[in-house]
């Protein structure tokens, strides 16, 4: 194991990229699970311990990206995962790629990677599996060894029929990347709750249909926005006594984008309708989804949709907001190339992905 990539005698192998987290956390005492600092090992550690437990003929490498608690997580992290994770897939050498990851806000990178590099690792044939762990490793029934060896499995397991594409792997299940969504403070399948997923190591027949209906429907990554140049995008949420200030204290800011996490079917606040209209003539992009945590947000659903807005389909806030940075983005490079494709053109794409289970 190594943190140098440098090792064309363990070729070919499984990359395994370290980002922190509850997996790679640890506890003050063994009898206090919850009281733990995340992201404190290092993954040359981690994959150090489930050494024994790999398959025969499977190399693995690791190397540190970040060792941070995922709250933390930053846009300009995301870039660096996402430019090593493109360059390395076209690495013959590597079979697959493995990120170990804090689970508060894998659901982002879940959707990040996807929209940025799926394409290109179902091109390719290859997976790229995230994965975590909701007890920190020096606690009593620690799950980041049990989700890491999954996971090395699943990202080095023959294709047979399951494409290459973006997968996260945790409590023996797996789902597609975009499909995970922390729903559970505590639970040890809290970022697949919301999830239809396969389990680990058994690939259910109609999973696998909507799998690949994904992998079809999404021709072309965005581009991975530069550290520094992804555009400020904030989450509001609707609720009852909702003030216009909450909208109208951004319309003199540098926001690019708002995403509304409206109740039920992504309605907002009346309130906020006069503040909104006024962003849309400032150029402000914005998009509905819902706070419900479950369903669709239809265009026009359940009144018409002013101009300038663009309904989430079955984005949640979080991912509907780095999709909206990842449009903004990719219409910024369009321009810069004289193609008149703007942030909705891209956004549309996303929105109807089509929906697994
Ligand atoms: N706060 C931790 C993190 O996201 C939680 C976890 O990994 O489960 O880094």
Same mark, same amino acid.
């Given at each position: 194991m190594s943190s140098n990539l440098m090792h064309p005698e363990k070729s070919p192998y499984i990359l395994v990229l370290g980002m922190g987290g509850t997996i790679a956390g640890l506890a003050s005492a063994a009898e206090r699970p919850l009281e733990y600092a995340a992201g404190q090992v290092g993954v040359e550690s981690l994959v150090s311990h489930i050494k024994s437990a790999i398959p025969k003929g499977v190399n693995l490498i690791s190397q540190q990206l970040a060792n941070i608690n995922s709250r933390n997580l930053s846009e300009p992290l995301l870039s660096s995962l996402g430019e090593r994770v493109y360059a390395s897939l076209e690495d $013959?050498?590597?079979l697959g790629i493995v990120v170990t990851h804090g689970t508060d806000t894998i659901e982002e990178t879940g959707i990040f990677l996807q929209l940025t590099c799926g394409r290109h690792a179902n091109r390719l044939g290859k997976r790229v599996i995230l994965t975590g762990a909701m007890i920190p490793s020096n606690a009593p029934g620690a799950d980041g060894p049990s989700n890491l060896l999954d996971a090395v499995k699943w990202a080095a397991t023959p294709l047979d029929n399951c494409p290459g594409g973006i997968y996260a792997v945790m409590d023996g299940r797996a789902c597609?990347?975009?499909?995970?969504?922390?729903?559970?403070?505590?639970?040890?399948n809290a970022p697949l709750q919301a999830s239809p997923s396969s389990s680990a190591g058994l690939i259910n027949p109609s999973w696998l249909s909507g799998v690949k209906a994904v992998q079809a429907a999404w021709t072309e990554d965005l581009p991975i926005p530069e550290g520094g140049e992804w555009p400020w995008v904030e989450i509001l949420t609707s609720h009852a006594?909702?003030?216009p200030e909450t909208v109208s204290l951004?319309?003199?800011?540098?926001?690019?984008g708002l995403v509304l996490a409206g109740s039920g079917m992504g309605g907002f606040h009346d309130a906020w309708q006069a503040p909104l209209t006024l962003g849309v003539s400032k150029g402000i992009a914005l998009v509905r989804t819902t706070?419900?945590?479950?369903?669709i947000t239809y265009s026009d659903i359940p009144e018409k949709d002013p101009i300038g807005y663009l309904a989430a389909g079955s984005l949640t806030a979080p991912r509907a907001r780095i999709a909206l940075q990842l449009a903004l983005n990719a219409e910024k490079q369009a321009k810069m190339m004289g193609? $008149?494709?703007t942030w909705q053109d891209f956004f549309a794409r996303i929105a109807v992905l089509p929906v697994i289970g």
């Amino acid at each position: 194991m190594s943190s140098n990539l440098m090792h064309p005698e363990k070729s070919p192998y499984i990359l395994v990229l370290g980002m922190g987290g509850t997996i790679a956390g640890l506890a003050s005492a063994a009898e206090r699970p919850l009281e733990y600092a995340a992201g404190q090992v290092g993954v040359e550690s981690l994959v150090s311990h489930i050494k024994s437990a790999i398959p025969k003929g499977v190399n693995l490498i690791s190397q540190q990206l970040a060792n941070i608690n995922s709250r933390n997580l930053s846009e300009p992290l995301l870039s660096s995962l996402g430019e090593r994770v493109y360059a390395s897939l076209e690495d $013959p050498a590597i079979l697959g790629i493995v990120v170990t990851h804090g689970t508060d806000t894998i659901e982002e990178t879940g959707i990040f990677l996807q929209l940025t590099c799926g394409r290109h690792a179902n091109r390719l044939g290859k997976r790229v599996i995230l994965t975590g762990a909701m007890i920190p490793s020096n606690a009593p029934g620690a799950d980041g060894p049990s989700n890491l060896l999954d996971a090395v499995k699943w990202a080095a397991t023959p294709l047979d029929n399951c494409p290459g594409g973006i997968y996260a792997v945790m409590d023996g299940r797996a789902c597609l990347a975009m499909d995970l969504a922390k729903r559970h403070t505590t639970a040890l399948n809290a970022p697949l709750q919301a999830s239809p997923s396969s389990s680990a190591g058994l690939i259910n027949p109609s999973w696998l249909s909507g799998v690949k209906a994904v992998q079809a429907a999404w021709t072309e990554d965005l581009p991975i926005p530069e550290g520094g140049e992804w555009p400020w995008v904030e989450i509001l949420t609707s609720h009852a006594g909702a003030r216009p200030e909450t909208v109208s204290l951004w319309l003199d800011s540098e926001v690019k984008g708002l995403v509304l996490a409206g109740s039920g079917m992504g309605g907002f606040h009346d309130a906020w309708q006069a503040p909104l209209t006024l962003g849309v003539s400032k150029g402000i992009a914005l998009v509905r989804t819902t706070r419900t945590g479950a369903g669709i947000t239809y265009s026009d659903i359940p009144e018409k949709d002013p101009i300038g807005y663009l309904a989430a389909g079955s984005l949640t806030a979080p991912r509907a907001r780095i999709a909206l940075q990842l449009a903004l983005n990719a219409e910024k490079q369009a321009k810069m190339m004289g193609k $008149p494709l703007t942030w909705q053109d891209f956004f549309a794409r996303i929105a109807v992905l089509p929906v697994i289970g």
